[in-house]
């Protein structure tokens, strides 16, 4: 990989971090919060997604949360932690899609989230299956 390309890599996590604080502190605005609030919410993202970036090189951890892991092992790592999360937030929307369903709210949402899931996870399989 070309020195560009890793130097802009490593400072991709900061510049979304950096993006999405900002989209957070303007729709603080927007929800008439204070200019205090607005930045603390900017504040949260930036200063996360700058300690990824600070700590990437001497932290396995925050190389791999960044997009970067550092051999084969923390790919494992990183792909079976996803596989997790995605098994956890799957039944989690199912949960909050019943609770909401016997308590009367209104569960579309948690029907949008869980089709969009189970899209993008069939899609996934398939386009996976097929570049192999």
């Known amino acids: 990989m070309s020195s560009t390309m890793t130097r802009m890599n490593r400072w991709l996590v900061p510049a979304v971090g950096f993006v999405i604080g900002l989209l957070m502190a303007a729709a603080a605005l927007g929800r008439n919060a204070t200019p205090l609030q607005a930045f603390i919410a900017f504040a949260i993202c930036a200063a996360y997604a700058l300690g990824l970036r600070l700590r990437q090189s001497r932290s396995e951890t ?61 899609g996934g399989i398939l386009w996976y299956r097929w570049r192999q």
């Not at 923390?74 to 949960?95: P, Q, T």
């Not at 569960?107 to 899209?119: D, K």
């Open 62 to 122: 925050a190389s791999l949360l960044s997009g970067l892991p550092v051999d084969e092992r923390w790919e494992s790592i990183n792909m079976k932690a996803l596989a997790m999360a995605g098994a956890a937030i799957a039944v989690i929307l199912v949960a909050a899609f019943l609770i909401t369903e016997f308590g009367g709210g209104d569960w579309m949402p948690y029907a949008w989230l869980g089709a969009t899931f189970a899209i993008f996870y069939l």
